[in-house]
């Protein structure tokens, strides 16, 4: 009987130890150019703008996760955005070559103001117009979502074929010099976005910003060096300006990066929740502009990284998983007549007959008509968990920065990098009390107010699943 029940023991703890034991992990990193030709439209303003060359070439930079029967893909794209209608079809794609479930991917836009304008009620109106005028759109010479959508479904497929074994650390750094709130109070009660540097009638500040920069780094295991890192941080990329392509501070922050680790470094960056944050300091008039202010952002963000990655953490037992889920939120509505109105205004905009924000409305109200029909939209929320204490919530439009540090709060998870413009472009995102302040980002928000809390709610939800 006692060697019966020694058997038995022996059974089953060898049973749990299979149970319990972490299986591999293994990453893969994929980058495609994904640069248009140019003369092309861009993206990022309420005017027509057209390349006149690129900088630094736009790139569709991928990373694949495998864990036993779990799989997952993040593909970073520098663009303004990716509507759904573009996204769901890459992610399918992607799906059909890898296997990888088409929940499981993720699409983001890194929102580079110096990228391209290919979707919503703009586009349409300016592609409408030149139709019109000549029979063809000269500013559309290929068909780029085609194009973007099998770029992206190519770089998943190659990075999970070199996908090999990885050790992961993770953590968080600290960056307080770069970004600043663009919202603030005025003198005469109302709160407005860009005041302009050493404006008399500014109050304060309206809102904080979110200094952390998040760090997931990837680690080979057979030569245990850092070979590729997801950076995450709170900034507009509406910093270099003029009408060459360029991924904006990330292409400066990869530069930094690859100086220290060497050029087959691979860097992905994911625009945290900035729907509020810009690179603007009001009180600097010495701030510099275009590509040299360019460059001090990406680079010092870069040192930020360098200087930060001792904190990072192994993760020693990584146990990839991901969630997603839906969130109905309502569409702001509008009258026959205000609709109306609305697209005769269109012929306006870029001009001088219409205020800035009397634009933004018309073009909101138009592109609610064009893309965000019916009375709801759903937003979708996904988290990847990387380990028992790391994990990537992934959010789609411009989000404040009070809903992703909302979120980051109540994460049971230590290490929580909150990714915007995922999956989908329905513009801005505000919190209950910026929709009651106003200003440009309210003004061009497709969702009510409320939408945001509903969508951070979801997603401390599913990482509390997830934990």
């Known amino acids: ?29 994929t980058s495609v150019d994904i640069t248009p030709p140019v003369g092309m439209r861009m993206s990022g303003y309420f005017s027509e703008r057209l390349s006149t060359g690129t900088h630094d070439p736009l790139r569709a930079k991928a990373i694949v996760l495998v864990q036993g029967n779990s799989s997952a893909a993040f593909v970073a794209c520098d663009l303004i955005g990716i509507p759904a209608a573009i996204s769901q079809k890459a992610r399918e794609l992607a799906e059909k070559k890898t296997g ?111 200094p952390g920069v998040g760090m997931v780094g990837f680690k080979n295991v057979k030569t245990g060096g850092l070979e590729a890192l997801l950076t995450s941080f709170a900034m507009h990329l509406d910093t270099v300006g003029g009408t060459e392509y360029s991924a904006d501070y990330p292409f400066y922050l990869e530069k930094t990066l690859q100086d220290k680790f060497g050029s087959g470094f691979f860097s992905v960056f994911g625009t945290g929740t900035c729907g509020d944050i810009n690179h603007i300091d009001v009180k600097n008039t010495k701030q510099l ?19 930060s990655l001792d904190k990072l953490e192994p993760q020693k037992e990584p146990r990839l998983a991901v969630e997603r889920a839906f969130v109905d939120v309502p569409l702001q509505q509008y009258s026959d007549e205000e609709i109306k109105k609305a697209a005769a205004n269109m012929a306006k905009i870029g001009g001088k007959d219409l205020t800035f924000l009397e634009q933004v409305e018309a073009n909101k109200i138009t592109d609610l008509q064009v893309t965000y029909t019916g009375k709801t939209l759903p937003l979708e929320v996904q988290v990847i968990r990387l380990s028992n204490d790391a994990a990537i919530v992934c959010l789609p439009a411009e989000v404040f920065v009070e809903l992703g540090l909302a979120i980051k709060q109540a994460s049971p998870f230590k290490t929580t990098l909150v990714i915007e413009l995922c999956n989908d472009d329905p513009a801005y995102i505000p919190t209950k ?16 107010s409320g939408s945001g809390e509903m969508m951070a709610e979801k997603a401390i939800e599913l990482l509390k699943e997830l934990k």
């Open 1 to 29: 009987m006692k060697h019966v029940v020694s058997i038995l023991l022996l059974a089953i703890g060898c049973c749990c130890s299979r149970e319990t034991r972490a299986e591999e992990l293994r990453a893969g990193f």
């Open 100 to 210: 990888i479930p088409a929940a499981n991917i993720v699409i983001h836009g890194t929102h580079s103001h110096t990228g391209l304008l290919y979707f919503g009620a703009l586009r349409k109106y300016f592609h409408d117009q030149q139709v019109a005028k000549s029979g063809s759109d000269p500013y559309e010479k290929v068909d780029f979502p085609s194009r973007l959508v099998s770029s992206i479904a190519l770089a998943v497929e190659s990075a999970q074929k070199i996908a090999h074994p990885v050790d992961l650390v993770a953590g968080t750094g600290e960056e307080t010099k770069l970004s600043f709130n663009r919202r603030f109070h005025m003198k005469d009660g109302t709160v407005r976005f860009n005041p302009g540097r050493n404006n008399p009638d500014v109050v304060r500040v309206a809102g904080p910003i979110d």
């Open 289 to 307: 502009s275009g590509r040299q202010e360019c460059e001090r952002l990406g680079t010092s963000l870069g040192e930020t990284v360098l200087a």
């Open 433 to 448: 009390k910026a929709f009651a302040e106003g200003s440009y980002e309210t003004v061009n928000s497709r969702v009510q």
